[in-house]
């Protein structure tokens, strides 16, 4: 079983929907990631949260906000996504910033979106 | 700047075949390097682990060695399964850096 659960496992959405991912931890870590993968393709860093604080953007378009509540969940609120933004959505997470050899990143199991 | 290249996949094997997945690293410094695995319908897991030169990483009888001197970090299992079919990412992180970097990933599929 994963330690890090994300919620839905599944999301079907219209292009003009609101909706939220979830993802939860437990371990005490203090950095918490958001990546994106698409088929056949590694994963791709979104955003990260290092002490409940947004600590990296990587220029993701504003259709996406991420939201750190207290330091064991993640959000990420989507609205006014587009079909190619279709694909696994993960969260990991860490105990220290970085995903380093001392400090390893645990993935959830992810979340398939698809927008229609 | 920094990087890893995976060889492309698929690779196919049979179950008790010899497995070699590469992995090259280009960098300025010493980079961590690390193995991912992705089993169907499921996160991404840490395999295993090096840090410096010569260090060897091993885990489930996966091993892989930080060779400095051919820039390379290659996974290597004497006898795969079934069950060790899934992707593989290899990743790379270095001191200051604040996130980890995959690799383009290689499936390994092995048949009965």
């Known amino acids: 079983d994963t330690e890090v659960t994300q919620t839905p496992k599944h999301l079907v959405m219209g292009m003009t929907n609101k909706k939220s991912l979830k993802c939860e931890q437990h371990?005490?870590?203090?950095?918490m990631y958001w990546y994106k993968q698409k088929a056949k393709k590694p994963p791709e860093l979104m955003f990260v949260?290092?002490?409940?604080?947004?600590?990296i953007n990587e220029s993701v378009p504003s259709r996406f906000s991420p939201e750190c509540p207290n330091s064991s969940l993640l959000n990420l609120h989507l609205h006014a996504l587009q079909p190619e933004d279709s694909a696994l959505y993960l969260c990991?997470?860490?105990?220290?910033?970085?995903?380093?050899?001392?400090?390893?990143?645990?993935f959830g199991n992810g979340t398939r979106l698809t927008v229609t | 700047g920094n990087s890893v290249t995976q060889m492309e996949g698929p690779v196919t094997l049979s179950e008790e075949a010899f497995l070699t997945i590469n992995c090259t690293y280009t960098?300025?410094?010493?980079?961590?390097l690390f193995w991912y695995v992705q089993y169907p319908g499921e996160g991404l897991q840490l395999l295993l682990k090096?840090?410096?030169?010569?260090d060897k990483g091993s885990n489930k009888g996966f091993e892989a060695t930080y060779r400095k001197e051919t820039t390379s970090f290659h996974l290597e299992k004497g006898s795969v399964q079934v069950s060790d079919s899934a992707v593989y990412f290899c990743?790379?992180?270095?001191?200051?850096?604040?996130?980890?970097?995959f690799g383009s990933g290689t499936r390994l599929q092995v048949q009965p």
């Open positions: 949260y290092s002490y409940e604080k947004l600590s």
């Open positions: 990991a997470s860490s105990q220290d910033e970085g995903g380093g050899p001392y400090s390893p990143l645990h």
């Open positions: 990743a790379w992180t270095d001191t200051g850096r604040r996130a980890l970097t």
């Open positions: 960098a300025t410094g010493y980079p961590s």
């Open positions: 371990m005490g870590h203090r950095a």
């Open positions: 090096a840090t410096k030169a010569d």
